[in-house]
């Protein structure tokens, strides 16, 4: 049973229980249809108590059952609510732990609320791509004031129940409890004491008005339209809650309704589904069951504390985990102690971080010199220079030190990791944590699982994952694991496209268009365009075959290796990173061109979008066939993440799909044919012809 009955008294109690959230899927909707209509036959019982059994409420619609034949299904959450309202029994919700979406619209049908402390309140719908369907945008602005609600609706973001009682005239909640654990006591008490009060009171019957209207909900717009670029839905938001300040309630709805429905199939709100399902996907690896044993990490080190040993090690900071840091030298371990200090001091000044938070956390932060003095910590994440020979060094040591048990972690970007695994005697202690910089920033954690890795550490990892924030993605090891092995290909096509009539900037103001954070040249220009040079001479050795534009080697012979330099692509002023594009490269590109002999010709934004994205997903499908990502979901996580790829387009693999992989794969056929550009390169992935072959999608 997905809701659970009882009468306390003369008071009838449903407990919404369907794990994890309460979600109100159609088993649900119709349990508690007949239960409060099984109250309300029943004499015996003067009124009726709603609410959540576990973590929550309610979160809400179940978003699984979104674009199903069962969303629909009566009794849909229209039918329950009118239920709710037309009890001749007062009906109370007891509001605790997460309160959102299709659960909050469901206790602003109540015709009582008493709350929790601590409890989120949301209607984050918008986040989804929609807006509250289920009356949310009419109920809430007549609850608790038009300003305050819009707020919440465009936002999506919760807020705490003791704040929102807070507000002067709110009609939300008629009571707070005292603690959420007398919440089920205090409504009990409340819904014999009101039993008898009549007329029942309807959030709907509430006025709603704005005394600026006009101006208010223009001047909401003006800022809406500013921040959601490529979202349609946060205007709708305003468009919804301005109608139910103009509109009679019932027509209010309807236009609600409306919207609601146009919304959930724009690609947009599709995007963004696919998005919330998969983050909480990737965490679910096929034969690592949920209940595998975690160890407990408690306490971390860090051996490197440059770049990237220092963004990891903040993280760890932040969640409240201890972190040694060890280096090769004093002068080391005081210059990244020195830039972690500057990053939180940043944040303080910028008023994100309170000073007792800073100072808390930089007393969990110490170093060493000697491997000694890391043998207790849980876990070991390795940040040194990117060679095989110094990783050697230090896994070997940490072999020696470290004690049994504890999980030894490598943050290599290329390296073997199997073979960094096999310098210990442990290989089954040892995994990969591919951080992205800056570490203590980007969502992005590749965990990259060894050929010997044992279950139970990438467990741990996972889990280590979400404490600190990140979305965890499982990899398994090749060159570049999921992200970089895609890249490198995107790289390559970018510069097809300059050897063949484009400049940096028209690439990537194309794909910048088309929604990417930045373009490939100005990412190489990022992270430093020496990396891949060091790559492509990497490569000219063990795959002599490879094609690549010259025009980056050129661009590096000249020195020109990014914002570091002061100069890449693009030449850069000290202290920005404004991007000012160069004649002189597009001069040398042009130069590079007439020596090989080609005429340049006008590439169209579309044939740049396609080619450069195209090559990610036919690299992905190769990904996937080899299996080392496990799912198409991942590969979007990992884009989206970490790699800018627009989140409304839901990651390269939703958006191949949605294209239609049978037109993905046209398009690349026609790219082999152009002589400038590599046959070779657009040889589709068996994976990819087999779906095309199947009719199916990768998703
Ligand atoms: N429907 C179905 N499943 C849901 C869900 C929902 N509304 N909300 C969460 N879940 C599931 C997750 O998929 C996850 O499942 P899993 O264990 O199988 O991976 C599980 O609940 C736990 O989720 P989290 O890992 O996110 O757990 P947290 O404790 O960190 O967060 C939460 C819980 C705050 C409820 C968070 O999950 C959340 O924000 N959920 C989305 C809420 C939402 O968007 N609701 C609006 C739905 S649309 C709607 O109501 C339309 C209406 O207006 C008509
Ligand atoms: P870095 O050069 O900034 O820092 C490396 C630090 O390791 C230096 O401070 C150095 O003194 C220290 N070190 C070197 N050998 C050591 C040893 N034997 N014992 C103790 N400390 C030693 O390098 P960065 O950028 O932080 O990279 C570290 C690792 O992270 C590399 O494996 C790199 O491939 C990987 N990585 C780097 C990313 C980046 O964007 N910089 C992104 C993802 C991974």
Same mark, same amino acid.
């Given at each position: ?8 008294? $003369? =008071? @009838? &109690? ?8 309460? *979600?109100? %899927?159609?088993?649900? /909707? +119709? ?88 409890? $989120? =309140? @949301? &209607? ?8 509250? *369907?289920? %009356?949310?945008?009419? /109920? +809430? ?559």
């Amino acid at each position: 049973m997905t809701t659970h009955y009882e009468v306390r008294g $003369s =008071v @009838a &109690l449903i407990t919404l229980s369907n794990p994890p959230v309460n *979600g109100l %899927g159609h088993a649900t /909707r +119709l349990s508690l249809t007949d239960n409060l209509q099984k109250a309300n036959a029943d004499a015996a019982v003067k009124s009726i108590v709603i609410t959540g059994a576990g973590k929550a409420f309610s979160g809400g619609a179940d978003i699984k059952e979104f674009g199903t034949p069962k969303a629909l299904s009566e009794p849909n959450l229209h039918s329950v609510i009118r239920v709710v309202e037309n009890s001749s029994k007062p009906v109370v919700a007891a509001i605790h732990s997460v309160c959102m979406g299709g659960g909050l619209e469901l206790a602003l049908a109540c015709h009582y609320r008493i709350a929790a402390p601590g409890c $989120s =309140v @949301a &209607l984050p719908e918008v986040k989804l791509g929609l807006l509250p *369907g289920a %009356g949310g945008t009419q /109920r +809430l602005p007549r609850a608790l004031g038009v300003e305050p609600a819009l707020n919440m609706i465009v936002s999506g973001e919760p807020v705490k129940s003791e704040l929102l009682a807070q507000i002067p005239g709110q009609k939300l909640f008629d009571k707070l409890a005292q603690s959420p654990e007398s919440l089920a006591e205090e409504a009990l008490a409340f819904a014999q004491a009101i039993a008898d009060a009549r007329p029942l009171p309807l959030v709907r019957d509430l006025p709603c008005k704005h005394p600026n209207g006009d101006a208010y909900f223009q001047f909401s717009r003006n800022m809406v339209k500013g921040m959601s670029k490529n979202f349609p839905a946060p205007l709708k938001c305003v468009d919804a809650v301005e109608a139910a300040t103009r509109k009679k309630f019932e027509d209010g709805l309807l236009f609600e309704r409306e919207i609601f429905i146009n919304l959930m199939w724009t690609p947009e709100s599709r995007a963004l589904r696919h998005v919330f399902m998969s983050e909480r996907a990737a965490s679910k690896i096929p034969d690592v069951p949920s209940d595998t044993p975690k160890r407990d990490i408690k306490s971390i080190a860090v051996i490197g504390a440059g770049t990237m040993g220092g963004g990891i090690s903040m993280n760890f900071l932040n969640a409240g985990i201890p972190v040694k840091m060890l280096e090769m030298k004093q002068e080391a371990l005081e210059r990244g102690i020195a830039t972690i200090r500057k990053n939180y001091e940043a944040q303080v000044k910028k008023g994100k971080l309170k000073l007792d938070k800073y100072e808390q956390r930089m007393s969990l932060l110490s170093t060493t010199l000697s491997y000694e003095d890391l043998k207790d910590a849980d876990m070991v994440i390795e940040a040194v220079f990117e060679e095989m020979g110094v990783k050697e060094k230090v896994f070997k040591e940490l072999d020696r030190v470290m004690k049994p048990g504890a999980i030894l972690a490598s943050n290599t970007s290329t390296l073997d990791l199997n073979q960094i695994a096999n310098f210990t005697k442990r290989p089954q202690d040892v995994i990969g944590t591919h951080f992205f910089s800056p570490a203590n920033i980007m969502k992005l954690l590749e965990v990259v699982r060894g050929e010997k890795t044992a279950k139970d550490v990438l467990a741990t990892v996972m889990a280590l994952g979400k404490k600190i924030k990140k979305t965890a993605v499982v990899s398994g090891v090749c060159d570049g694991f999921i992200g970089n092995r895609m890249i490198e290909q995107y790289g390559r096509q970018g510069g097809f496209l300059l050897d063949e009539g484009c400049t940096p900037e028209q690439v990537d103001k194309a794909i910048e268009k088309f929604g990417f954070a930045m373009g490939p040249f100005r990412m190489g220009d990022l992270a430093g365009n020496d990396i891949g040079w060091a790559i492509r001479k990497r490569r000219a050795i063990e795959q002599p075959g490879m094609k690549y534009s010259k025009t980056a080697d050129l661009l590096c012979e000249k020195g020109r290796f990014g914002q570091k330099t002061g100069a890449g692509w693009y030449d850069y002023v000290a202290g920005k990173r404004d991007a000012i594009p160069n004649a002189e490269v597009v001069q040398m590109i042009e130069e590079h061109r007439k020596a090989l002999g080609i005429t340049p010709r006008k590439i169209s934004d579309e044939e740049i979008v396609q080619r450069l994205v195209y090559s990610l997903v036919n690299e992905a499908a190769h990904i996937l066939e080899e299996g080392i990502a496990s799912k198409a979901s991942d590969i979007d996580m990992v884009y989206i993440m970490g790699y800018g790829f627009p989140v409304y387009r839901g990651g390269p693999m939703l958006y191949a799909d949605q294209v239609g992989l049978f037109n993905v794969l046209q398009s690349m056929k026609r790219f082999a044919q152009n002589p400038l550009d590599d046959a070779a390169f657009w040889k589709p992935a068996p994976l990819l012809a087999k779906l095309v072959a199947e009719g199916k999608t990768f998703n």
